[in-house]
């Protein structure tokens, strides 16, 4: 770093594009002066309809890349909705399992979790040439989807085949990725890690986007693992494909994965040093003579006037700082010439407790992760390929603190779920997870759905519940071994709720209820806490009051009441809870007078609470 001054007026174009890289890196290029704006692609941030450009530059171009773009700003009106009777301690667990197209769920957490999320962890398609990859073509209709792609799931999942005879094989892949890619980014802390487990197949262009939609500043690491034990004999092609990959991206450039832990076993006070325990180190240089002469000398132990000759590589220290060195009586000399001086390392100088951290993972592999599955589910073999749960662990340690939140969009099998209430239970952490996966149906052909399974979730949400029995039995930790289920679905408003002016006023019983007859309170307060960013994981309590459900959020964040027949009498108790949000239908007022009569009465006894209408 210069001490120089810059004897000049801030550059406020440069300070411009590194704003707006903040906001939007994917919009930095090169060009033959340095970084700039891609103005064709920051049109199309701006917009709701595609932007034709054709300036040359550097970039990763593929069919279909614009339309990802505009496909992950579109908003949405799909909400999420609880079902309590799949969840486990449903009111107070502040874990979530989400049912639906990751692309959607991803939009509806923007507010709530914006910023929150310490960690994400997804293994996606591998893109093999057998994988069905998430079709999401925004300018059709469902029916024309259909006569389109031929073939939707049971549940009308976009999900298509994409083999490697496609003539869109590569693009389609990257088309889904994209626009997924850049909603997670902003759920991402400032200090968030992104671990994207990924094959031989597509981890080439995988770094392309990232570094699009991270920026480059933003890679990390490239963790290989093997996954193989045993050499594939059968393989086609004569190569063994033993290791997989896991592509790592930061928010901000001053994040850092956290490292190997360093082994404090080293360290002893034999000579009952005031200073503390010590370890030998080594003092031994890097440069050879004719790169740095300065640390090559002989070195003389003054005591004993012992010489000891200088190594090939000379040492670490200049004379001057190796003599304040000696004089502090840091360097250890042996009784012998042909010794070598070595320096007294304290533990009390250590400036972090990790080390360096290896990108070769040797340890763990896929056969662990079938055969945890195998031993949960009695023997039976439900999923294939689960990732391993001691891999997901490592990632996790290098990624989050005790008490983070965690979010896989393509949970699979929930193998990061189980992994994470395993480290809770070792280390007494807090760390909360967020599920989401696409109900996939199961082949009729399998043993999973002769077992009883109809689609990945029914799976998924099976293998947390087993797994937290199992851990809780062997450890009898103390941690949130519960989730709370949602299931993403179309709004619980009315069409008429969004789109009034389509509406003719002769059409009067649309007006009397905006919202779906076969909704509940706890679907609306879901879409709620949505709309109002509130996290879905705060804790509920149901009250009665005056007769009425009453739904009260994290103490007295917020308290809902969509039943019908609210009145001032009503609006006195619910103020003395002074809570910060309060929320009612419109139907649950016998009239206009009466809902103004309540707003006014809230804001003269609980002047603090803000309340809204649906």
């Given at each position: ?71 992950a700003?579109?908003?949405?009106t ?38 929150k ?47 490697d ?17 850049k ?24 770094r392309?986007i ?92 003054p ?12 040492w ?32 009390k ?5 990790f ?18 599955l ?10 294939d ?26 949970s ?21 997870y ?39 039995a062997?450890?009898?930790a ?8 949602y299931?993403l679905?179309?709004s ?35 879409q709620?806490?949505?709309?109002w ?12 009051i ?69």
């Amino acid at each position: 770093m210069t001490d120089k001054l810059d004897m000049a007026s801030p550059d406020m174009v440069s300070k411009n594009i590194e704003m707006i890289a903040d906001l939007f890196p994917n919009c930095i290029t090169e060009t033959a002066e340095g970084k700039a704006i891609d103005f064709d692609l920051l049109k199309q941030e701006l917009s709701h309809e595609i932007i034709e450009g054709t300036k040359e530059r550097y970039r990763l171009e593929w069919p279909g890349k614009k339309e990802a773009i505009v496909t992950a700003n579109l908003p949405t009106t799909k909400t999420l909705r609880p079902v309590r009777k799949d969840s486990v301690d449903f009111d107070t667990t502040e874990n979530l399992y989400i049912e639906g197209d990751n692309l959607e769920v991803l939009k509806l957490l923007q507010e709530s979790y914006l910023g929150k999320i310490k960690m994400i962890y997804i293994d996606p398609p591998y893109n093999t040439g057998n994988d069905f990859v998430y079709r999401d073509n925004f300018s059709q209709d469902t029916q024309e989807f259909k006569e389109d792609s031929g073939q939707v799931d049971e549940y009308s999942q976009r999900l298509i085949a994409n083999p490697d005879t496609s003539g869109r094989y590569h693009s389609d892949w990257l088309t889904m990725m994209y626009p997924r890619l850049k909603l997670a980014r902003n759920l991402l802390a400032d200090d968030g890690l992104i671990f994207i487990s990924i094959g031989d197949d597509e981890v080439h262009n995988l770094r392309k986007i990232c570094d699009e939609v991270f920026g480059e500043t933003g890679f990390s690491a490239s963790f290989i693992w093997k996954r193989r034990q045993i050499v594939d004999s059968r393989s086609k092609t004569g190569v063994s494909t033993d290791h997989e990959y896991c592509l790592v991206y930061k928010k901000n450039n001053n994040v850092r994965i956290r490292g190997g832990e360093k082994d404090l076993n080293k360290y002893a006070n034999p000579d009952n040093d005031p200073r503390g325990p010590w370890m030998s180190d080594n003092m031994v240089g890097l440069a050879t003579k004719d790169q740095r002469p300065n640390l090559h000398y002989d070195l003389v132990n003054p005591s004993t006037n012992i010489k000891y000759d200088c190594p090939p590589t000379g040492w670490r220290y200049e004379p001057k700082r190796m003599k304040e060195l000696i004089s502090n009586g840091e360097v250890l000399f042996p009784a012998k010439e042909d010794g070598r001086p070595r320096r007294k390392k304290f533990l009390k100088d250590l400036n972090e407790d990790f080390t360096g951290f290896s990108t070769m993972l040797k340890t763990v592999y896929n056969t662990q992760g079938t055969r945890e599955l195998r031993t949960l589910f009695d023997e039976h073999e439900y999923f294939d390929f689960p990732k391993p749960t001691d891999l997901i662990k490592i990632f996790i340690e290098q990624g989050v603190e005790k008490d983070s939140i965690i979010l896989d969009f393509f949970s699979g099998s929930a193998t990061t779920a189980h992994a994470t209430m395993q480290l809770n239970a070792e280390d007494t952490g807090s760390r909360k997870y967020i599920m989401v996966q696409l109900p996939e149906a199961i082949d009729e052909n399998t043993e999973a759905k002769r077992a009883g399974y109809n689609n990945i979730c029914e799976i998924g949400k099976d293998r947390i519940r087993r797994a937290a029995k199992k851990i809780k039995a062997e450890t009898n930790a103390v941690i949130d071994y519960g989730f709370r289920v949602y299931r993403l679905d179309e709004s619980n408003m009315q069409d008429v709720y969004y789109r009034p002016q389509d509406y003719k006023q002769d059409n009067l019983e649309l007006f009397a209820d905006n919202v779906k007859h076969d909704r509940t309170g706890d679907d609306l307060l879901a879409q709620v806490m949505l709309d109002w960013g509130l996290p879905l994981s705060l804790k509920i309590e149901q009250l009665k009051i005056s007769g009425k459900q009453v739904f009260k959020v994290a103490e007295n964040s917020l308290m809902a009441c969509f039943d019908k027949g609210i009145d001032e009498a009503f609006a006195k108790e619910i103020a003395g809870h002074k809570p910060m949000r309060v929320v009612f239908r419109d139907a649950s007022f016998k009239d206009d007078t009466a809902k103004e009569n309540v707003k006014q009465l809230l804001k003269q006894l609980s002047p603090e609470t803000e309340m809204r209408v649906i």
